[in-house]
């Protein structure tokens, strides 16, 4: 008989333990009876073997014994493994750029160093005259995105001897849409909406200053889908001038004021040539802010010269309404823009002056890269061959005509015809270097030149500034 496996061993020997010790003395028929059972219990055992896969030596008793064999033993409890964790990654955009998942960080900042030289007639006695300069913009902060669409970016800002909340909000996108709750912009124009390191000149057009342009809290709304992409949104007051303790009109806690603010922007493709046509339509109720009232005024270009040149009286009004036209393109390195936008003051019995300011600009990157055009603004020039990598860097020009009038209903603010000549070169990403000449041409000046109040200014400005 061939050798018995261990456990067909054992169930043999407990299978025979119950013979009794006279059967070593049986019959020839008796024993013959007997193999023939062992050998059926064999062949059951085998078969038990094979169900149970070598099961222990208790399933097989019990098989024997004409029992239900015991379940297999329970493999033992092991820790469930932890969830593979989703590898860092890390880019540069002129700081580090984290990235795991849905989720981002980017670490932002900024430098602005401005410097320049008012040369105004002798008979101008103010203290704006001659060279000035400024550390413009020191601005830290970070954006990014936390998962399921949503996103954030605070920045605060230390300019004009305070530290600011500039951008601070959070987003929300979903396919085309995007909404913003917090510090943000109201779409006035396409020259305050371009960031103040991808202008064409140092300085934005007279009119977004005169008017109040500024970031304000609020909730927004914009839809961008093909050519169109359209902004609403209400907004009361800049978070700084709500965090006034000041008691009064003027102070935050009293500040209610809000405002309406739209713009709908069409910007198809003819060809190589990117087009820009927008148009925006904003109102504010000044509310308990109507009795301190409100004045327009504008420097002499440059913004280290402190001294308002055309500035209105304080005009007590209601409400103020703006609206705004753009148009704008490139093709190439060739780009060009212009804007008109009038603003009108609502008063009680009195004639609602009208003001207006507008600009017209071309501009062409010498070195032949495309300055860049996205969601309705344009963006900064990228430099094929930047220094360090065998190149100059990027070089553009820019000549710009820049127009301001704060004369209307007897209200005297002034006017503003300047002549503005630009030269931006970019050495690597991310750094800038910008030389201004500007020639302004002022009418009822709120500054006298003498007994004169219509002069010409000339400046001359640089700025030094990196942005990541």
Same mark, same amino acid.
């Given at each position: 008989?061939?050798?018995?496996?261990?456990?067909?061993?054992?169930?043999?020997?407990?299978?025979?333990?119950?013979?009794?010790?006279?059967?070593?003395?049986?019959?020839?028929?008796?024993?013959?009876?007997?193999?023939?059972? %062992?050998?059926?219990?064999? /062949?059951? %055992?085998?078969?038990?073997?094979?169900?149970?896969?070598?099961?222990?030596?208790?399933?097989?008793?019990? /098989?024997?014994?004409?029992?239900?064999?015991?379940?297999?033993?329970?493999?033992? =409890?092991?820790?469930? /493994?932890?969830?593979?964790?989703?590898?860092?990654?890390?880019?540069?955009?002129?700081?580090?750029?984290?990235?795991?998942?849905?989720?981002?960080?980017?670490?932002?900042?900024?430098?602005?160093?401005?410097?320049?030289?008012?040369?105004?007639?002798?008979?101008?006695?103010?203290?704006?005259?001659?060279?000035?300069?400024?550390?413009?913009?020191?601005?830290?902060?970070?954006?990014?995105?936390?998962?399921?669409?949503?996103?954030?970016?605070?920045?605060?800002?230390?300019?004009?001897?305070?530290?600011?909340?500039? &951008?601070?909000?959070?987003?929300?996108?979903?396919?085309?849409?995007?909404?913003?709750?917090?510090?943000?912009?109201?779409?006035?124009?396409?020259?305050?909406?371009?960031?103040?390191?991808?202008?064409? $000149?140092?300085?934005?057009?007279?009119?977004? #200053?005169?008017?109040?342009?500024?970031?304000?809290?609020?909730?927004?709304?914009?839809?961008?889908?093909?050519?169109?992409?359209?902004?609403?949104?209400?907004?009361?007051?800049?978070?700084?001038?709500? !965090?006034?303790?000041?008691?009064?009109?003027? *102070?935050?806690?009293?500040?209610?004021?809000?405002?309406?603010?739209?713009?709908?922007?069409?910007?198809?493709?003819?060809?190589? !040539?990117?087009?820009?046509? =927008? =148009?925006?339509?904003?109102?504010?109720?000044?509310?308990?802010?109507?009795?301190?009232?409100?004045?327009?005024?504008?420097?002499?270009?440059?913004?280290? /010269?402190?001294?308002?040149?055309?500035?209105?009286?304080?005009?007590? *009004?209601?409400?103020?309404?703006?609206?705004?036209?753009?148009?704008?393109?490139?093709?190439?390195?060739?780009?060009?823009?212009?804007?008109?936008?009038?603003?009108?003051?609502?008063?009680? @019995?009195?004639?609602?002056?009208?003001?207006? *300011?507008?600009?017209?600009? $071309? @501009?062409?990157?010498?070195?032949?890269?495309?300055?860049?055009?996205?969601?309705?603004?344009?963006? !900064?020039?990228?430099?094929?061959?930047?220094?360090?990598?065998?190149?100059?860097?990027?070089?553009?020009?820019?000549?710009?005509?820049?127009?301001?009038?704060?004369?209307?209903?007897?209200?005297?603010?002034?006017?503003?015809?300047?002549?503005?000549?630009?030269?931006?070169?970019?050495?690597?990403?991310?750094?800038?270097?910008? $030389?201004?000449?500007?020639?302004?041409?002022?009418?009822?000046?709120?500054?006298?030149?003498?007994? #004169?109040? &219509?002069?010409?200014?000339?400046?001359?400005?640089?700025?030094?500034?990196?942005?990541?």
């Amino acid at each position: 008989m061939p050798a018995l496996k261990p456990m067909t061993a054992i169930a043999l020997i407990l299978t025979t333990a119950h013979v009794p010790a006279a059967a070593q003395a049986i019959s020839q028929q008796e024993a013959a009876a007997l193999r023939a059972e %062992i050998a059926a219990l064999k /062949a059951q %055992i085998n078969r038990l073997e094979a169900r149970i896969g070598g099961g222990d030596s208790a399933a097989v008793m019990a /098989a024997t014994q004409g029992g239900t064999p015991a379940p297999p033993p329970l493999a033992a =409890a092991t820790e469930p /493994a932890p969830p593979a964790q989703t590898p860092t990654a890390v880019r540069w955009k002129g700081g580090p750029v984290f990235s795991q998942g849905e989720m981002t960080f980017h670490p932002k900042g900024r430098i602005q160093y401005d410097a320049g030289l008012l040369m105004t007639p002798d008979s101008v006695a103010d203290r704006a005259r001659g060279y000035s300069n400024e550390l413009r913009r020191l601005r830290l902060g970070g954006e990014g995105r936390i998962g399921g669409g949503f996103g954030y970016k605070l920045e605060l800002e230390l300019s004009d001897n305070s530290v600011d909340l500039v &951008d601070s909000f959070i987003t929300y996108e979903k396919g085309p849409w995007l909404v913003t709750l917090g510090n943000h912009n109201g779409f006035q124009s396409l020259d305050e909406l371009i960031s103040d390191t991808g202008g064409a $000149v140092m300085e934005r057009a007279a009119f977004t #200053d005169a008017f109040n342009f500024e970031r304000r809290l609020g909730l927004s709304v914009q839809y961008r889908k093909g050519i169109v992409l359209a902004q609403a949104g209400l907004f009361s007051d800049s978070a700084d001038s709500l !965090t006034n303790d000041a008691d009064g009109a003027d *102070g935050g806690d009293e500040n209610n004021s809000y405002s309406l603010d739209g713009r709908i922007v069409l910007a198809p493709k003819w060809g190589d !040539t990117q087009l820009h046509v =927008a =148009a925006s339509g904003h109102w504010r109720d000044f509310q308990r802010l109507s009795s301190v009232g409100q004045r327009y005024r504008q420097r002499a270009y440059l913004h280290s /010269a402190n001294s308002r040149f055309l500035a209105t009286p304080q005009i007590v *009004g209601k409400s103020e309404s703006h609206y705004g036209l753009e148009f704008a393109g490139e093709r190439g390195p060739f780009w060009w823009a212009s804007e008109a936008h009038w603003l009108r003051v609502s008063q009680a @019995g009195v004639a609602d002056p009208l003001f207006f *300011g507008g600009y017209g600009e $071309v @501009g062409y990157v010498l070195t032949g890269e495309q300055r860049g055009y996205k969601n309705g603004i344009f963006g !900064t020039v990228t430099p094929d061959s930047p220094v360090g990598s065998g190149g100059w860097g990027a070089l553009q020009a820019t000549l710009r005509y820049d127009y301001l009038d704060l004369n209307d209903k007897g209200i005297v603010g002034g006017t503003q015809k300047a002549v503005i000549a630009a030269m931006v070169w970019t050495p690597v990403d991310f750094l800038r270097f910008n $030389v201004n000449y500007a020639h302004l041409r002022f009418g009822d000046a709120a500054i006298l030149a003498g007994d #004169d109040r &219509d002069y010409s200014v000339d400046v001359i400005g640089w700025r030094a500034e990196l942005d990541f």
